[in-house]
């Protein structure tokens, strides 16, 4: 149980495009999923909170307009990065928090690796 | 504020033990540990919520002190599979956001 997929695993764009990235609930519901972004070797580090049917709460520094989130479901969130850079290129994963009392964990996706060119 | 976890690197032989730490600066509801495999996304080890409690499956164990805001992770009698980056992640409030500590690296050679 409690199994997250991310689509895409790997994506390749050219600079100014955008990318939309699919976070999936597969067997549990969530009304809270995170998106998180990690550099090589580094840790992760959260970019917003995706509440589902209502506007994401973004951490500071992160720019709302260029990382737009959409959690239309309880089962999925969306990340669309838009007009990508180079120093856009990450490993993007999200995480999901099951709906319900007592639910404190989260299980993260597989993550999607990112390349700006 | 971001948990420091040490030590950075832990270089061990099958079989033998281990112990990361995860400490933070401010008082916690709950630390949430995690194992990470290179290429891959973090997998839930476990959690422990403020009352001070030890919780552990198969040879993996861990404990939190809410007086300290420590919390310990504990493998014994470690296996190759055990290899990977360790991340704590530390919640202020239940409910709210993890912030995660830098890592500590794990290898377990044969």
């Known amino acids: 149980g409690a199994v997250v997929s991310q689509h895409p695993s790997r994506v390749i764009c050219k600079s100014g495009t955008s990318v939309k990235i699919e976070c999936r609930s597969l067997d549990f519901q969530a009304t809270t999923m995170f998106w998180y972004r990690q550099f090589p070797k580094q840790s992760l580090m959260l970019m917003a909170t995706s509440n589902e049917g209502s506007k994401a709460t973004y951490e500071q520094g992160v720019e709302k307009d260029k990382f737009l989130i959409n959690h239309a479901s309880l089962t999925l969130s969306t990340l669309t990065v838009t007009s990508a850079h180079p120093e856009d290129s990450s490993f993007y994963i999200c995480?999901?928090?099951?709906?319900?009392?007592?639910?404190?964990?989260?299980?993260f996706g597989p993550g999607t690796r990112l390349t700006v060119t | 504020q971001q948990p420091v976890q040490s030590p950075q690197a832990v270089i061990l032989r099958e079989g033998e033990d281990a112990v990361i730490n995860c400490s933070s600066s401010k008082a916690l509801y709950s630390v949430h540990w995690y194992r990470q495999k290179h290429g891959e996304a973090p997998v839930f080890l476990m959690i422990?919520?403020?009352?001070?409690e030890q919780k552990g499956h198969d040879k993996i164990s861990a404990s939190f002190n809410e007086k300290k805001q420590q919390s310990s992770l504990y493998l014994t009698a470690s296996q190759l599979s055990y290899s990977g980056t360790y991340f704590c992640g530390t919640e202020i409030a239940g409910y709210s956001t993890l912030t995660f500590g830098k890592g500590t690296m794990l290898l377990v050679s044969p």
């Open positions: 422990l919520l403020k009352g001070g």
């Open positions: 995480s999901a928090r099951p709906a319900g009392q007592h639910s404190y964990e989260q299980y």
